[in-house]
Each structure stands twice: as structure tokens, then as C-alpha cells.
């Protein structure tokens, strides 16, 4: 392959405005404002602690922002390797001059002070999004957010609806729900009201995608008034169910939200796969893995109950992987949807980018996603994937095919923008 060709294609696609379709951006402090907000990200105190650092070392109680980076410096070393450090360094040479190889005990204090002072400008949100290219990013609202107080065309709000599906059990969510919504839920009619009342009130602040995160053990299936209706009175009454039955629950209130996309026609996010808590002893949001449990023929139900409904889908492993190119080859609703956790970093993302090209038509793709936190990792990450990309269009349609350069940019921007304007509703 042609370095020329392949970075003529990269700067192409690295001019590229974005609209990021999955984010956990808290709109209300979308940007950092210290280093630790940076380095507090979970790929770094997850990495750290499994190179050796204690995870009490990490997160004591009590301990300064300038204190915890100078920590979590002391493990860099061991991450020098990752992707993952290529993204900080990315980001403190972009965004605060940073000009050394690495980041170390010699040069960190320097480092977080002078960040410090640029992130504390007044325009340093806009100054991200503006260096970025980045326009619009969407949220992960939880069900009861009153999605006030932020430019909603700029944040774009998305319902969340992991608390309602598996957690509608628990007294605080049901009584989350009731303050939301005014209904108090005592059955299934009074669910599927409070549920009409969430899209109701995200719609009306321009939400354009309803999202979940879903175990591997998880199959969606239509449930019945009559079945569901004594297990949501005994929740209700406080007593505690059978696993069988919370899963009658979790059942209903899902099969419930995909028909409320289906009337509101909003597109419904599943992340499938991750399994939660394996490592108990492991730092906040370091916890949680997958397995090769999970396999697509578990919705196929769903999909074929709603037929109007698109489901852009992220999986976890390179197996499932396979299983979604195919489903989306064949279902008109499914659509590939970014390059989720453990699948995002470049080995993953060029087999899988590769064979979603290959296979998949090309409107049914969503190419990427940040899954960021604070807006400052919108930058390394999708530079990563566009570098990804790059090299799969340069080599595999301009050589492999004979496709003109145009022509295979056209594609790449296809993936990167014109597809989340279409798919969620949005220019």
C-alpha cells in the first residue's frame, strides 16, 4: 500500500466535522479541568492497577487531583505500549504544547500546571470542540434527567434505559420513576404509562436514540399483561422476586421501550455482551468483561417484531462481531455500530472495519463512536479510527478494487457523518 495514498485519504477524512453518536459527556462539564480528569479515565486506573499499582493507591479517599496524577504517573511506564497512552500523549501535545516522548517524573508537574491554566480559560469547552471538528455529541441520559440547563442541540440527549429494565426491582428506581414521570408503579398498565411519559419528555427535548447495555444472558421476548401483572404488584408490595421472575420483568419493560421506539421512531442502541462485576476487587469501572455466551440469535424475535425500528448494534468480541455482519447483512433494521470497549483498539478495528466493508451495505454503518467521558478524548480517538480507516479504503478499494481516491473518501465521510445524520435524525 501507498504511504502517499493513505495519508492523502487520512487528511481527507481528518477534515471531517463530527457528530458523535455515543458519549457519557455530562453536558453540564463536558470539558476537563484538571489533568486528573484526563488520567482519572478509567483505561488509565484500569491499566495501572493491572500493571501492579494498588487500587488503594489509586483511589483513596480524599487524595488532591494533582496528587492522584502524580500516582497514576509513576505506572505510565508499564503503559508506554497501549493505544490507550497514545491518546494521552495525543491530547497534551495537541491541546497543551506538550512536547516530550513520555510522561514521567521529571516533567508531569510542569505538565499539570501548565494544563491546568489553559483548561481553566473560559472558552476551553468550545476551544475543544472547535480543534476537534467535533459539532454535536450525543449523551447517556439516565431515565430521569430533567435535560435542563444545556444547548440540547449541541448535547443531543439519548434515554438510557439500563436502571429500567434490570433494576425496576429496586425501591430507589421505581421511586426515581414516580418523581419523573408522577406515576406510581403498581402494575403493568402504570409501567407502560411512565415509560409513554419518559419518550414523551425526551422527544420533547430532542432526544433522537434510546439506548441499553445488555448481559450476554439476556433474550428480549414479548411478555403478557396477565403474566407480568402479579410479579410488578408484588415489587410494588416490597417483596423480592425469583431470578426467573425479575427476568419476566426485565422482559416486559424492555419489550415496552422497543415498542415506544417503534411510535416515536427512535432508534434503539444495544451494546451487547458485557458482563458485569467479574473482577469485584478491580478499580471503578474496571470491573467488567465478556464472554462468547452472547450470540445475536437471541433478538431475532426483537428484530423481526420491529421491523420499523433500527437497531444500531455494538458488540465486544471478534466473534460477535462476525454474527453482526451477518445479521446486518440480512436484517433491513440492523445496522454495525462503532467499535465498542475491548474491540477499540487498532487490530480489532481494522478486522472488523475491514469486514463490515466488506459485507455490510455501506448506509447500514455507523463507523465510529468516542465513548468518552470528557470531550478532550474525541480528538485521539477518532484519529485512531480515521488512520484505521485509511488504510482499509486505501488498500483494500483504491489498490485492491481500482476505486478512484474520491470515490473511496466519499465512502470513509459515508461512515463518519452522513450515516448518524440519516440513521439518528440529525445534521
Partial sequence: MSDQLRERIFQELESITLIDPHTHINPHAAASTTLADIMGYHYYTELAHSAGMPREHIEEPGISPKEKVGRLVEGLAHLDNTIQLSWLLDICREFF?????????????????????????????DQVLRHSRLEKVF????????????????????????????????????????????????????????????????????????AISIPPDFSPAPVTTG?????????????????????????????????????YKLPFDLMIGVNRAVYPSGVYQGQDLFDKRVSLIQYRELFNAFPKVTFPISVLGQTSNHELVSYAWIFPNVVTNGHWWYSNIPTYIEQDTRSRLEAVPRN?????????????????????????????????????????????IQFGQQLLRGNVERIFGVN
Fill in 227 to 263: 403474566t407480568v401483572d402479579p410479579l410488578i404488584q408484588r415489587l410494588a408490595g416490597g417483596d423480592e422476586l425469583a431470578a426467573e421472575e425479575a427476568a419476566t420483568v426485565s422482559r416486559f419493560v424492555f419489550w415496552t421501550l422497543a415498542e415506544f421506539c417503534s411510535e
Fill in 364 to 408: 447500514k454503518q455507523i463507523g465510529y463512536y468516542s465513548d468518552m467521558y470528557k470531550l478532550e478524548f474525541a480528538l485521539p480517538k477518532f484519529r485512531m479510527y480515521r488512520r484505521v480507516l485509511a488504510g482499509v479504503l486505501a488498500g483494500d478499494f483504491v489498490q485492491g478494487r481500482g476505486w478512484s481516491e474520491s470515490r473511496a
Fill in 139 to 210: 449523551l447517556t441520559n439516565d431515565f430521569d434527567d430533567p435535560l435542563e440547563g444545556f444547548d440540547t442541540d449541541r448535547y443531543i440527549p439519548c434515554l438510557r434505559t439500563d436502571d429500567l429494565v434490570f433494576h425496576l426491582g429496586k425501591a430507589s428506581t421505581r421511586q426515581r420513576l414516580e418523581k419523573a414521570t408522577g406515576i406510581d408503579v403498581g402494575d403493568a398498565a402504570s409501567v407502560v404509562l411512565a415509560c409513554g411519559k419518559l419518550f414523551d419528555h425526551f422527544v420533547r427535548n430532542g432526544a433522537r436514540a434510546c
Fill in 97 to 125: 504544547g506538550f512536547e516530550g516522548e513520555t510522561i514521567d517524573a521529571g516533567n508531569w508537574e510542569a505538565l499539570y500546571d501548565s494544563s491546568q491554566q489553559k483548561m481553566a480559560e473560559e472558552d476551553w469547552e
